[in-house]
């Protein structure tokens, strides 16, 4: 079966304000068949250092297929869209809440975003 992995530029349990400078990152595993379950999930935290390249390899290596952080630099993003890894960017919230409403296919609504950000599908509800 496949597996997805996304990663969480966090602090605690809440997303970290800016993903170029965070050293925290919480990947979760799963597998893509199976519905939303905590309990069925692997999870596990890493350490980033290093420069943009080094970081990305790092991603990169663990098979992380997202990222879903608060600020990004340009550069950054540019660098891991080019390998192939997908970013939400300039989120901000509980990531339990966020990962949820990701895997059971809910859009995120504004206030999981920051301040001044509008979520990219303008036809978004909120619930």
């Not at 069925?40 to 390249?53: E, T």
């Not at 990305?56 to 550069?75: D, P």
């Not at 296919?105 to 303008?122: A, D, E, Q, S, T």
């Amino acid at each position: 079966m496949a597996r997805k992995r996304i990663g969480f530029s966090i602090v605690g349990d809440a997303i970290a304000p800016v993903f170029d400078v965070s050293r925290n990152l919480r990947v979760y595993e799963m597998e893509n068949s199976r519905p939303f379950d905590f309990a069925a999930m692997s999870r596990y935290d890493v350490c980033l250092d290093g420069n943009y390249f080094e970081r990305a390899a790092i991603l990169k290596g663990l098979g992380v297929q997202l990222i879903v952080c608060g600020a990004i630099s340009k550069e950054f993003e540019a660098i891991l869209t080019a390998i192939g890894i997908n970013i939400i960017p300039f989120v901000s919230g509980n990531i339990h809440e966020i990962l949820w409403r990701i895997v059971s296919g809910h859009r995120l609504v504004k206030r999981f975003f920051m301040p001044g950000i509008k979520p990219k599908n303008k036809k978004e509800k909120r619930r």
